[in-house]
């Protein structure tokens, strides 16, 4: 009984996942770097025009971001890409992270399908206004303290 409904269940993932590239799926099923940074040093909140909301919070240190996380309401492309995003980003300088594309987003992921191509530049441009407010604060650090939280 129980290894029908793996099947089962193996097939509605297959079917599910259908179009995607190895490495969406297991930056899907396993996200990389999820959660909010308490005392990071550069957040934003983005939402995209499918209503899909992504948050980035960094860590910075003499210039390199130590530390990416994220967090997303969104489908597991979305998922994806802020988990790619966020590992695209770390160890890189500020200004080579300000630099990472949603087309180098899709790239790492090996592509996605038509339909979920915007979830990459969701990702890329929560990335990008995240190190904005990096830049915007950190000369003024307790401007951190009004920053909106998602
Ligand atoms: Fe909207 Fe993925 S479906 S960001």
Not at 2 to 13: F, P
Not at 134 to 150: C, H, I, M, S
């Given at each position: 009984m129980?290894?029908?409904?793996?099947?089962?269940?193996?097939?509605?993932?297959k079917q599910m996942w259908a179009g995607y590239s190895e490495t969406v799926i297991d930056h899907a099923q396993n996200p990389r770097n999820v959660g909010a940074i308490y005392d990071a040093d550069g957040f934003a909140s983005v939402t995209g025009p499918c209503?899909?909301?992504?948050?980035i919070?960094?860590?910075v240190r003499d210039g390199i971001v130590r530390?990416?996380?994220f967090g997303t309401d969104g489908c597991g492309a979305t998922v994806s890409a802020g988990s790619m995003v966020t590992e695209l980003a770390k160890g890189k300088t500020v200004s080579e992270a300000?630099?990472?594309?949603?087309?180098?987003?899709?790239?790492?992921?090996?592509?996605?399908?038509?339909?979920?191509?915007?979830?990459?530049?969701?990702?890329?441009?929560t990335l990008k206004a995240a190190i904005r407010d990096?830049?915007?604060?950190?000369?003024?650090?307790?401007?951190?303290?009004?920053?909106?939280?998602?």
């Open positions: 129980s290894s029908e409904l793996d099947e089962i269940a193996s097939e509605l993932q209503g899909d909301t992504m948050g919070w960094l860590k530390q990416a996380t300000y630099r990472i594309t949603q087309q180098d987003v899709l790239d790492a992921l090996g592509g996605l399908p038509e339909e979920s191509v915007h979830c990459a530049l969701l990702a890329a441009n990096y830049l915007d604060t950190r000369n003024e650090p307790w401007k951190r303290a009004y920053r909106r939280v998602v």
